[in-house]
């Protein structure tokens, strides 16, 4: 079978790493789209870029070899790209996206509504040629729906928990959705420009803030990025470290996740156990690390948190807690009647819908996509550790609460195997100075993150932050289709999408 | 299920002493709030949550707070879903020109008397966030605050140390400092 390298056309790049970057002619970019569209290749991330000229970028995956990637650049300067939307679906959020930041219009496009930006910001494209925004917020358009007995509900951006904003506009005839339509942006902070110009280590600052509950995982993909930029060696024993707190960050989030899940089908029992369980983790972690969610301790270079014997049996005591837990409660989840008739059939993402948006994480897995970015393309010190992905195939609420519970089996092998194995020697290297660009992974709890750098002068000129909700926010508007209102909360917990992540 | 009921019974609560108020947010209740004003918060406060633009990290720790080590609702504190039920508005995040407008009619929306609590770093001035178009600033740039909890994110027993402080007497350890 032909290499994505070799189907795709284009002059390559010098100092992009680890993976080639090709600039392409307009029609290099519509045989890319092609390949998203056919399902050879999948879509990794989209993004702008102004410096030196406008130009977008686009990361894709061999569909069926997962380790080989392409990142495809195409020069704009006359501010429009051919969309790859009006091709493949999962771009056109990415594309709206560019269009309201940059101000580069994708020709063709099936949807032109701006994303993220809601109005507010005074300034139009903030990361290309900005202009003032018009002082009259323009209204925004939600899709039209026409038929008998419908009636909708708008929800958020503050919503009735404790979780983040976003805009929900339910139209239901009766009890049962008939479309959900995501409005999202609510938390949008500028990260990006923020990043232009940063140095390095205010630059790990922010990627560590980009999504709090995947902090690890994105202080990992950044420093993969930078490292790839700036051909640095992290020593073992930092990639074994960054490896111990990315599992337990992952302990943490899944086990508060499933107590939640069970918690939206009003069985707080769950909930109450999997708190206690997920607390020892993060205090474990505070114990080993100075900080429950591990914020900052992830850099380029390596890691600032060095892990002491003690400490370490600190976090076996806690993984031994939960593996005396877990069985009871998984078996109470699995034999509870009531709670199994909410999860059971509810929010089914089809396999198909997950393979075509690339889907991530339990998400993707609960719906046969056995993605995971430590297997492919894989990172140390994962190729030596021994752990497996699960999959399901049913795509139901149910199955991405098994999938979570499978992971949480495969972390605590994991941390056991690594605290055992863990090297002697330093636990980073100085990452300053230089230029290049580099491509960084991470796989968080909720899938993988992308990371793409390019450094000059030592500082960054550009980065690009792409988390894996982007490919799952426009899957749970499908799963809710034919749903009862009163089981989105349930479907929404079980994707437990980054809003803070996605807006950026 | 009945087995892990009764064991929850034979079993010591897990839930730790409460801390003590926390020194500094008594200070600047103190300074912010009338010794009348306090005496009606009484013993039971309704909490409304805000997320402004917070990366949800603070989240996270709000979370643990009704977990069975920390146990929020024995101190007569609880979250409410409506801002319609609450006392008191515990806003996290720098806040989002975005969610500006949904801050303000959020505060707008709960009954006086009212008190604002800002949780986190980039509650307090924008934290690492603070200068982009985007972001509007601290929570006081936008509603008036009463208390600030800081931390990236504060752990759950910081918050709770602040959280305590509106609760203390108006006339007990406030007055000191």
Not at chain 2, 56 to 70: D, P, S, T, V
Request: include cysteine.
């Amino acid at each position: 079978m032909p290499s994505l390298a070799d189907t795709i056309e284009g002059k390559r790049v010098e100092g992009h790493r680890p993976w080639p970057r090709i600039v392409v002619t307009a029609d290099g970019w519509r045989g890319a789209a092609i390949e998203l569209a056919a399902g050879r290749a999948t879509l990794l991330g989209l993004w702008g870029d102004a410096d030196p000229a406008p130009l977008v970028h686009m990361a894709i995956s061999d569909a069926t070899a997962a380790a080989e990637i392409l990142v495809v650049s195409l020069a704009c300067p006359d501010q429009r790209f051919p969309s790859v939307g009006v091709l493949h679906p999962p771009a056109i959020r990415l594309e709206r996206a560019i269009q309201s930041l940059y101000g580069y219009a994708p020709t063709g496009a099936p949807d032109d509504r701006p994303w993220l930006d809601l109005g507010f910001w005074n300034v139009q494209h903030p990361l290309g040629a900005r202009r003032p925004a018009p002082a009259a917020r323009p209204p925004y358009d939600f899709l039209p729906v026409e038929g008998e007995a419908l009636h909708q509900i708008p929800v958020g951006p503050v919503h009735a928990g404790i979780i983040e904003p976003g805009h929900f506009r339910f139209t239901a005839t009766g009890e049962t959705v008939v479309r959900l339509e995501q409005r999202l942006g609510y938390v949008h902070k500028g990260i990006e420009s923020l990043m232009a110009g940063a140095t390095i280590e205010r630059a790990a600052k922010l990627a560590a803030r980009t999504s709090g509950d995947s902090t690890v995982a994105y202080g990992i993909a950044f420093a993969h990025a930078v490292e790839a930029a700036l051909r640095i060696d992290v020593p073992p024993r930092a990639r074994y470290l960054r490896a111990l707190m990315a599992e337990l960050e992952r302990l943490a989030n899944h086990l508060g996740d499933i107590g939640a899940v069970c918690n939206d089908a009003s069985f707080s029992i769950m909930h109450a156990h999997c708190g206690i369980l997920r607390e020892h983790v993060l205090r474990a972690a505070a114990a080993s690390f100075g900080h429950r969610l591990m914020m900052d301790r992830v850099v380029p270079g390596g890691v600032t948190a060095d892990l002491t014997p003690d400490r370490a049996m600190q976090i076996r005591n806690a993984l031994q807690e939960i593996r005396r837990r877990l069985p009871q409660l998984v078996n109470l989840y699995d034999n509870t009647a009531s709670l199994q008739d909410r999860t059971v059939g509810t929010g089914i993402v089809r396999a198909e819908w997950a393979q075509q948006f690339g889907a991530g994480g339990f998400v993707g897995r609960a719906s046969g996509r056995i993605f995971d970015a430590r297997k492919a393309p894989g990172y140390a010190p994962y190729d030596t550790l021994d752990f497996s992905v699960p999959i399901f195939a049913e795509g139901d609420v149910n199955a991405r609460v098994w999938v979570r519970i499978r992971e949480v089996e495969q972390s605590l092998s994991l941390v056991e195997q690594i605290i055992r194995r863990l090297p002697d020697g330093p636990v980073a290297v100085p990452a300053e100075g230089g230029a290049g660009e580099g491509l960084g992974f991470a796989e968080a709890f909720r899938g993988d993150v992308l990371v793409a750098v390019r450094i000059e002068g030592g500082k960054i000129a550009r980065c690009h932050l792409r988390d894996p909700s982007w490919f799952q926010w426009p899957l749970l508007e499908a799963a809710i289709e034919g749903n009862i209102v009163a089981d989105f909360p349930l479907c929404n917990k079980s994707f437990n999408c980054s809003y803070s992540g996605h807006d950026l | 299920m009945r087995r892990m009921l009764l064991e929850g019974l034979a079993r010591r609560p897990l839930t730790e002493k409460p801390p003590a108020a926390d020194d500094a947010a008594l200070a600047e209740l103190a300074a912010s709030l009338e010794r009348a004003a306090r005496r009606r918060l009484g013993r039971s406060l309704a909490i409304r949550e805000v997320d402004a633009g917070s990366c949800n990290g603070c989240e996270l720790e709000i979370h643990a707070l009704n977990n069975a080590f920390y146990d929020l609702e024995r101190f007569g504190l609880r979250f409410v879903a409506s801002p319609r039920h609450a006392d008191v508005l515990l806003v996290t995040g720098p806040v989002t020109k975005n969610m500006r407008q949904a801050l303000e009619r959020t505060y707008r929306a709960t009954p006086d008397p009212k008190w604002v609590v800002a949780l986190g770093d980039c509650a307090t001035d924008g934290g690492i966030f603070a200068g982009s178009y985007a972001v509007a600033g601290g929570v006081s740039n936008v509603v008036p605050v009463d208390l600030h909890i800081r931390g990236c994110p504060p752990s759950p027993a910081a918050i709770l140390k602040g959280l305590i402080a509106l609760l203390e007497p108006a006339n007990g350890r406030a007055a000191v400092r």
